[in-house]
């Protein structure tokens, strides 16, 4: 019998599912753990580890290979568009140049009521996190 095993931990469901993606691209199968119940009360994020992927015991070494090897040729990977029209903001990723970015209001909503305007921007592209 094969065991899932923790593999990574992650802040946000994105990068979670992003890496999962990745993985499953790659014939590794794979699983998000905590995912929503982190997303209903972040609050329990400490006391769960965080949003965890898990993979099989076998598919380990692989996995991190995989994932390894995604990030060293992240910036000679197939060209997708990284730009959209009538985007919401005047900048850019200062990482990747897109404006394919969104506001991160995570941090500053208290019971799912954005109380303050965030000043933290996630690149839908890169995953680059940046404020502005």
């Known amino acids: ?41 972040w609050l329990l994020a400490q006391a769960v580890g965080g949003i965890q ?20 040729n992240e910036e000679f990977s197939l060209e997708v568009e990284h730009t959209i029209e009538n985007s919401e903001f005047d900048f850019v990723c200062p990482k990747c140049g897109s404006n394919h970015i969104y506001r991160d209001d995570s941090a500053t909503s208290f019971f799912g009521v954005s109380i303050l305007t965030s000043h933290k921007f996630i690149c839908y592209y890169c995953g680059n996190e940046f404020t502005r």
Not at 7 to 34: M, P, V
């Open 1 to 41: 019998m094969n065991d899932l095993v923790k593999f990574k931990f992650y802040e946000t469901a994105l990068q979670a599912n992003r890496d999962k993606q990745i993985l499953a691209e790659n014939g590794i199968n794979s699983f998000i753990a905590n995912e929503q119940l982190i997303q209903s009360d």
């Open 53 to 72: 992927l898990q993979v099989f015991q076998e598919d380990l070494e692989k996995a991190k290979q995989t994932l390894e090897d995604y990030k060293q």
